[in-house]
């Protein structure tokens, strides 16, 4: 989920990785959707619901389905002491943010990073949405549950959705929320974004870290600095713009024809491919699920 993890990796595999743990309900979504405003192109990605006793957490699956790559990358690079460069053994996810709610008030907190100088930094803002929804006496199978039908307007799109009371959180993907049973399926009016529940399963020994975050945090909890939402959208603007920025005076310091220990790259040769692949990653998404902070 986070592409600037390949320059940080060098700097992480000596830190110790611990997590406090406790159990959780993993929901699959499979999330269908239009990464541009102006192409008919359709994509999919494995999107996750985790739902634990005092909070739910969305987010791209891929980076947490990785952590087993990358556990024994780090520690064959500890043992080792060469350098590898882990992104060539993992694939990146689509989506880098992720969504806490609140149990039981379902505040929701958007949650995505930034690189702040030499270091990744978790930004978020806050807000309680507002779901006026209209639920429906229709009903439907989706999947293998019975569901009913539900509809409200957000993030300047009209949304039905199709709940089911056999799962009972009041919960769904993204920011959706409020219902009496889980979301097993919502979507836009003119389907540019659409869930659907493919599974569930539960986990006994859950960290809400992966592993790399693990290391990141020395398994401690994720700090994020909360800023108004009109301020996060501006800083995250400007940032995708020039994800370097903040680097720029300390990288002017680097000597840039210094080869990677284990790496046939230079230091420069990897600065620039990350700083491609960042811009890349935030220039193919122009299709944002919300078009307006309407709520």
Known sequence: MKLYKSLSFALLFLVAFASAQTSANRFFYELTYKPKKDSTKIEKEGMILDITSKKSIYRDYMDVSQDSIMKVTIEKMQKSGVFQDPSK?????????????????????????????DRPMFMSYTEEPKFNWKITHEKQKIGEYEAQK???????????????EAIPFP???????????????????DKNYSWELKGNKKIENYSELTYMEGLMTNGNPIKTTDVPREKFEKTFDEYKKDPFGSMRDKLAQVDKNMKMPGSDKTIGEMINEQEKKLKDFYGSIDNTIEISQKK
Do not use: C
């Open 89 to 117: 053994m993992r694939k990146e996810p689509k989506f880098s943010h992720r969504v806490w709610k609140e149990y039981p008030s379902m505040k929701a907190q958007y949650i995505d990073f930034i690189l702040n100088g």
């Open 171 to 189: 919960d769904g993907p993204y920011k959706f929320s409020g219902l009496p049973g889980l979301i097993v399926k919502i979507e836009d009016a």
């Open 150 to 164: 539900a509809t409200t307007e957000f993030g300047g799109r009209q949304w039905t959705a199709w709940f089911t």
